[in-house]
């Protein structure tokens, strides 16, 4: 016979974990000898390692009673389907990690390739991260709504880089967003580049007539830095209004 101590370890578990096994009643608790010990005999470490194998294999404790108890065909059929839940939280932790490796990655989280590569040719032209941060947001609403246009897009974005006009304009832009005030007279440059880009640009092939896309990134410019106010009237001056799709400010008559 054995003690609780004696049978935890010959089965390989806490004495913890016997006594919770008593308390759910998986493992029957004997009787108390004179001394007030309970003694346990070979049948009861049968039953204990059985648990324990369940347990370590991933059998929830509510189902071992079932299982002990069940003829071979009902265990069999038991443990298929165990093994199919199991299966499923495989999967679905397999595809936790993989979001998981994509966070780590940052950009690709929730970009597809084509613009991660534009994302890092930002920051081989001098763009700051947080100029990289402002473009990938806007990115992420264009990649929303027109992804299966990004194969068109992109040629045309990483074109434009070749322009030292847009590589002069995103660098000002960066040394704006990390320590430009609200009337910084960097803004006026910014204002005349991008009213020089929009006089000089072809038609564009780039997605469009999507109103509701088109003002959600106009607006996310607007809500992430207010001197986007500013600039907005500085290139009003200069004939042009909007972000994303600049157009020509209607002369008055006369």
């Given at each position: 016979?054995?003690?609780?101590?004696?049978?935890?370890?010959?089965?390989?578990?806490?004495?913890?974990?016997?006594?919770?096994?008593h308390?759910?009643?998986l493992?029957?608790?004997?009787?108390r000898?004179?001394?007030g010990?309970?003694?346990?005999?070979?049948?009861?470490?049968?039953a204990?390692?059985?648990?324990r194998?369940l347990?370590?294999?991933?059998v929830?404790?509510?189902?071992?009673?079932h299982?002990l108890d069940?003829?071979?065909?009902?265990?069999a059929?038991?443990?298929?389907?165990i093994?199919?839940?199991?299966?499923?939280?495989?999967?679905?932790?397999?595809?936790?990690r993989?979001?998981?490796?994509?966070?780590a990655a940052g950009?690709?989280l929730v970009?597809?390739?084509e613009?991660?590569?534009?994302?890092?040719?930002?920051?081989?032209i001098?763009?700051?991260e947080?100029?990289?941060?402002?473009?990938r947001?806007g990115?992420i609403?264009?990649?929303a709504?027109?992804?299966?246009q990004?194969?068109?897009?992109?040629?045309?974005?990483?074109?434009?880089?070749?322009?030292?006009?847009m590589?002069?304009l995103?660098?000002?832009?960066?040394?704006?967003?990390?320590?430009?005030t609200?009337?910084?007279?960097r803004?006026?440059?910014?204002?005349?580049?991008?009213?020089?880009?929009?006089?000089?640009?072809?038609?564009?092939?780039?997605?469009g007539?999507?109103d509701?896309?088109?003002?959600?990134i106009?607006?996310l410019?607007?809500?992430?830095?207010?001197?986007?106010?500013?600039?907005l009237?500085?290139l009003r001056?200069r004939?042009?209004s909007?972000?994303?799709?600049?157009?020509r400010?209607?002369?008055?008559?006369?």
């Amino acid at each position: 016979m054995l003690t609780i101590g004696q049978l935890a370890a010959y089965a390989g578990v806490t004495v913890r974990a016997v006594r919770h096994y008593h308390q759910i009643g998986l493992l029957p608790e004997p009787e108390r000898d004179a001394a007030g010990y309970r003694q346990y005999g070979a049948t009861a470490v049968v039953a204990l390692i059985k648990i324990r194998s369940l347990a370590d294999a991933g059998v929830p404790l509510s189902q071992i009673g079932h299982l002990l108890d069940a003829d071979a065909e009902t265990f069999a059929l038991a443990v298929r389907k165990i093994d199919d839940r199991l299966r499923e939280e495989i999967g679905r932790l397999e595809s936790s990690r993989s979001q998981i490796a994509q966070l780590a990655a940052g950009d690709s989280l929730v970009l597809p390739p084509e613009v991660v590569a534009f994302l890092d040719r930002l920051r081989e032209i001098g763009a700051s991260e947080r100029m990289v941060e402002a473009e990938r947001d806007g990115w992420i609403l264009v990649a929303a709504r027109w992804r299966d246009q990004l194969a068109e897009i992109m040629p045309t974005k990483h074109a434009q880089l070749e322009d030292p006009l847009m590589v002069r304009l995103y660098q000002v832009g960066s040394a704006l967003l990390e320590d430009g005030t609200a009337d910084d007279p960097r803004l006026v440059e910014v204002a005349d580049i991008l009213a020089d880009l929009a006089e000089r640009a072809p038609p564009s092939g780039e997605a469009g007539g999507d109103d509701v896309a088109h003002d959600l990134i106009d607006a996310l410019v607007v809500e992430s830095d207010p001197r986007s106010q500013r600039l907005l009237e500085l290139l009003r001056e200069r004939g042009w209004s909007g972000w994303s799709r600049p157009e020509r400010v209607p002369r008055p008559p006369g």
